[in-house]
Antibody, heavy 122, light 110 residues
Framework: QVTLRESGPALVKPTQTLTLTCNFF??????????VSWVRQPPGKALEWLAL???????YYSTSLKTRLTISKDTSRNQVALTMTNMDPVDTATYYC??????????????WGQGALVTVSS | QSALTQPASVSGSPGQSITISCTGT?????????VSWYQQHPGKAPKLMIY???KRPSGVSNRFSGSKSGNTASLTISGLQAEDEADYYC??????????FGGGTKLTVL
């Protein structure tokens, strides 16, 4: 059974750096075609794709946020991390990690974590 | 990249059919057949309902169907049921290994 679980601080201050971790089970990021993405959702608002990392350690970022984002993986620990610098209150959102690369291709997110709410406030 | 355009809300009675549109541009929806749809119930994670524009993952009801014409993708739900009440998001490949989501549509089952 595939599961993903996000973890990280629930509260960060403006200008701080956020680091989130996605622990996953039931698949390996060393499998050809496998990918993990981060997607966020501000309260009451739409989903926004942030970043993707694939089994070959290639990394892709949202055009509007790429200067602030770093995605990385630890295949042996079944973990994917996301760091976002210079946090601002508008970054308050639920952050999801999601798997892709199994159904159809790398841009279809077939399994999601339950999400981690991050609030940016002083 | 800008978010894809969806109606803020749609509604229908049980048993009816509804269609949710998702309008992009020639840089995303219009250029690639890489459109997906997600269902999200309140407080829950999104669920993949349609991929490659019209394919259903295993376990998704055949009441859900997808299509695309030009820069607009559509999700149709037939035989509407109370459990279909949720938010729906489209998503498209937008080039340069990026994806873009739509603004979301709230479906109300009357």
């Amino acid at each position: 059974q595939v599961t993903l679980r996000e973890s990280g601080p629930a509260l960060v201050k403006p200008t701080q750096t956020l680091t989130l971790t996605c622990n996953f089970f039931g698949f390996s990021l060393s499998t050809s075609g496998m990918c993990v993405s981060w997607v966020r959702q501000p309260p009451g608002k739409a989903l926004e794709w942030l970043a993707l990392i694939d089994w070959e350690d290639d990394k892709y970022y949202s055009t509007s946020l790429k200067t602030r984002l770093t995605i990385s993986k630890d295949t042996s620990r079944n973990q994917v991390a996301l760091t976002m610098t210079n946090m601002d209150p508008v970054d308050t959102a639920t952050y999801y990690c999601a798997r892709s690369g199994v159904i159809g291709g790398r841009y279809y997110f077939d399994s999601w974590g339950q999400g981690a709410l991050v609030t940016v406030s002083s | 990249q800008s978010a894809l355009t969806q109606p803020a809300s749609v509604s229908g009675s049980p048993g009816q059919s509804i269609t949710i549109s998702c309008t992009g541009t020639s840089s995303d929806v219009g250029s690639y057949n890489v459109v997906s749809w997600y269902q999200q119930h309140p407080g829950k994670a999104p669920k993949l309902m349609i991929y490659e524009g019209s394919k259903r993952p295993s376990g998704v009801s055949n009441r859900f169907s997808g299509s695309k014409s030009g820069n607009t993708a559509s999700l149709t739900i037939s035989g509407l049921q109370a459990e279909d009440e949720a938010d729906y998001y489209c998503c498209s490949y937008a080039g340069s290994s990026t994806v873009v989501f739509g603004g979301g549509t709230k479906l109300t089952v009357l």
